[in-house]
């Protein structure tokens, strides 16, 4: 057994102890919000469904041109009067959204493959693509809504920003 060498004390504070305490000027939220523009934007956004009819690396074409077939006949019955593209990729697609309708929800450019982006951010709502042949297979494309690029003005971001610092000058 050794001699005690040293004793320790702790306090603990919480900067939720202090927040009240902590001021915040305007010309701090301006600072902050021209300092850090990339927190203010939203990029453009697409909500789609799609069909999917897989295919591989190891499809042979034959049946590659049969998945692309089976695919147009599928876009036949979408672009139909009163067509329900939800049902349709319910009983058709052979992708993991299937159970969802084919439903994606909202998605950027960078989160699709390139050929399914490409189509995608070309299009209107509403409008569904001739087959796009990606690394997974043969897909439909119905876009349901275009969210278009856009930036948080200061005055919308200021409430936000002030809590921020407010919370980091509560901690210092």
Known sequence: MTE??????????????YIEEVTVTDEEVKDYY?????????PKTVEARHILFKT????TPEEIEEKKTKAEEVLKMARAEGADF??????????PSKDRGGDLGAF???RMVKPFADKAFSMEAG???????TQFG???????????????RLEEATEEIRKKLAQEKAKS
């Not at 060498?5 to 939720?16: E, H, L, N, T």
């Open 138 to 152: 043969w897909h439909i494309i119905k876009v349901e809504k275009v969210n278009e690029a856009s930036e948080q």
């Open 108 to 110: 950027t450019k960078e």
């Open 56 to 59: 591989g690396p190891d499809s």
């Open 127 to 133: 409008e569904i693509s001739e087959p796009v042949k």
């Open 4 to 17: 005690l060498k040293a004793k320790a004390q702790y306090v603990r504070f919480s900067p939720d102890t």
């Open 34 to 42: 021209e300092l850090n523009p990339d927190e203010f934007k939203e």
């Open 86 to 95: 939800g049902e349709l990729a319910k009983e058709y697609s052979e992708g």
